[in-house]
């Protein structure tokens, strides 16, 4: 396979936190072919000058969580413009407390990414920065490849790097995508999803006793 043929560049984030109440949990993975996340930035920088109170604009990052609606809306609405894919995962915890460690959110991006495969067959792939430590990161990019060599049929996976989300326009968006998808699953209200469905080119729900099982094996 010539790798450089089929390269899309993927970047991974996750909502809400894996041990989180909630009954799901959604991995969303942004797909494009243009890395450069310089080409993103006006996104938050129009909603800064624009949108937020003076206050407002001191924050060192705009977050899905901790936006009003109408910021959600504004940069939903800008994200959805852009020539870019979304590969969603959501996990359904079955009522499961799933303590957030390397291997289990090492499992759960491996069945994500694996997803992903199917539609490009060479991803390089940037995880946000949730493990500062590099044993965790490590311990994160062995399960996810373990993961995809027992269910990936095809496709190539390259981990670039685990980048801060303060410093990456890309991964911001990744938060405001998987804020969105989370508000459908664990809310039912998918009027932020609406916003951005037409990016989504696939959007599947397992179970964690299914993907824990097939790990196991």
């Given at each position: 396979m010539n790798t450089s043929d089929n390269l899309t560049y993927g970047f991974l984030d996750e909502s809400p936190n894996l041990q989180d109440k909630s009954a799901f949990f959604s991995i969303v993975i942004i797909l494009n072919t243009n890395p450069d996340e310089k080409s993103y930035r006006s996104i938050f920088k129009r909603i800064r000058k624009n949108?937020?109170?003076k206050k407002a604009k001191e924050v060192p990052e705009l977050k899905f969580a901790y936006s009003t609606h109408q910021v959600r809306v504004k940069?939903?609405?800008a994200i959805s413009k852009r020539p870019i894919k979304i590969s969603a995962y959501i996990l359904d915890k079955a009522?499961?407390?799933i303590p957030d460690t390397p291997e289990n959110y090492g499992i759960v991006a491996g069945f994500a990414i694996s997803e992903a495969l199917k539609k490009h067959?060479?991803?390089?792939?940037t995880f946000d920065k949730k493990y500062t430590k590099p044993k965790d990161q490590e311990e994160v990019?062995?399960?996810?490849?373990?993961?995809?060599?027992?269910v990936s049929k095809k496709g190539v996976l390259q981990f670039k790097e685990h980048a801060d989300s303060k410093t990456?326009?890309?991964?911001q968006m990744a938060d405001y995508i998987a804020g969105a998808v989370s508000y459908k699953y664990?809310?039912?209200?998918?009027?932020y999803w609406e916003i951005i469905k037409e990016l989504i080119e696939q959007e599947k729900k397992e179970s964690w006793p299914d993907i824990k099982a097939i790990f196991k094996q």
């Amino acid at each position: 396979m010539n790798t450089s043929d089929n390269l899309t560049y993927g970047f991974l984030d996750e909502s809400p936190n894996l041990q989180d109440k909630s009954a799901f949990f959604s991995i969303v993975i942004i797909l494009n072919t243009n890395p450069d996340e310089k080409s993103y930035r006006s996104i938050f920088k129009r909603i800064r000058k624009n949108v937020l109170k003076k206050k407002a604009k001191e924050v060192p990052e705009l977050k899905f969580a901790y936006s009003t609606h109408q910021v959600r809306v504004k940069i939903l609405q800008a994200i959805s413009k852009r020539p870019i894919k979304i590969s969603a995962y959501i996990l359904d915890k079955a009522g499961r407390r799933i303590p957030d460690t390397p291997e289990n959110y090492g499992i759960v991006a491996g069945f994500a990414i694996s997803e992903a495969l199917k539609k490009h067959p060479v991803i390089v792939l940037t995880f946000d920065k949730k493990y500062t430590k590099p044993k965790d990161q490590e311990e994160v990019e062995k399960i996810t490849l373990k993961v995809i060599a027992k269910v990936s049929k095809k496709g190539v996976l390259q981990f670039k790097e685990h980048a801060d989300s303060k410093t990456n326009s890309i991964l911001q968006m990744a938060d405001y995508i998987a804020g969105a998808v989370s508000y459908k699953y664990n809310k039912n209200d998918e009027n932020y999803w609406e916003i951005i469905k037409e990016l989504i080119e696939q959007e599947k729900k397992e179970s964690w006793p299914d993907i824990k099982a097939i790990f196991k094996q």
